[in-house]
């Protein structure tokens, strides 16, 4: 009887254990919120604000998958041939151009943000491309571009191409043109800072 009773406590306290960490993971999964972090770059002005984005989140806690979007067919080199085609894309409002396949479903994420460099005072129409392909439906989304001074409609075309999506603070960001390597992290990190009290909230 004795030995029973003993087998029994054992088996208590081992399912007290498994549901105890089950409990835990349970926990500890709720608190981890999945941000994707999109971005398109030529000259890597927004590539390095994206990077430093995901260096913060990734330092709150969030899980961050980092993806970039890629033209299929490159554009040139900075320079008059990037400008002059740059321009034909603008103007044409048609123009979507193709990018490398990307395995993204933005409904999996929590927060979703989405940066670019400014083309002729509108988004790149390849960042179009990849936003009209994705339900953004429900979802936080915010916007980083980076310019050099003249930001133009480059937010509100990206807001026209998901707009059931929840918008709050994006950010424009002065950066040289062509990028030299060089971005000012200061409003990247104080956006996140804004970005996570309101995930919390
Ligand atoms: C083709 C082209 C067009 C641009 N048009 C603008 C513009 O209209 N307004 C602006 O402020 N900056 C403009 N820029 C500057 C870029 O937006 C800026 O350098 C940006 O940070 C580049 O980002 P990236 O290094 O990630 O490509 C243009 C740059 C290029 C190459």
Redesign the pocket.
């Known amino acids: 009887m004795i030995n029973i009773l003993k087998k029994l406590s054992t088996l208590l306290a081992g399912l007290a254990l498994i549901f105890g960490s089950v409990d835990a993971k349970k926990y500890e999964n709720a608190e981890t919120k999945k941000a994707l972090i999109v971005y398109?770059?030529?000259?890597?002005?927004?590539?390095l604000i994206a990077e430093r984005a995901q260096k913060e989140l990734t330092a709150a806690n969030y899980q961050v998958d980092l993806q970039r979007i890629e033209p299929t067919k490159n554009y040139p080199e900075?320079g008059d041939k990037?400008?002059n085609l740059?321009?034909k894309e603008a103007n044409d409002d048609n123009c979507r151009p193709k990018f490398k396949s990307m395995n993204i479903n933005a409904q999996n994420y929590d927060l979703i943000l989405i940066g670019?460099?400014?083309?002729?005072?509108?988004a790149p129409k390849v960042v179009l491309s990849f936003m009209e392909k994705q339900d953004f439906s429900g979802k936080k989304v915010r916007f980083f571009i980076?310019?050099?001074?003249?930001?133009?409609t480059c937010i509100s075309d990206m807001k026209s191409a998901c707009k059931a999506a929840n918008f709050g603070k994006n950010i424009d960001?002065y950066?040289?043109?062509?990028?030299n390597g060089k971005v000012d992290y200061n409003e990247t990190i104080s956006w996140i800072k804004k970005i996570k009290e309101e995930m919390e909230d």
């Open positions: 398109f770059s030529h000259t890597r002005n927004t590539k900075y990037l400008r740059a321009l670019t460099p400014v083309w002729w005072y509108k980076t310019h050099a001074g003249g930001p133009g960001i950066c040289n043109s062509p990028g």
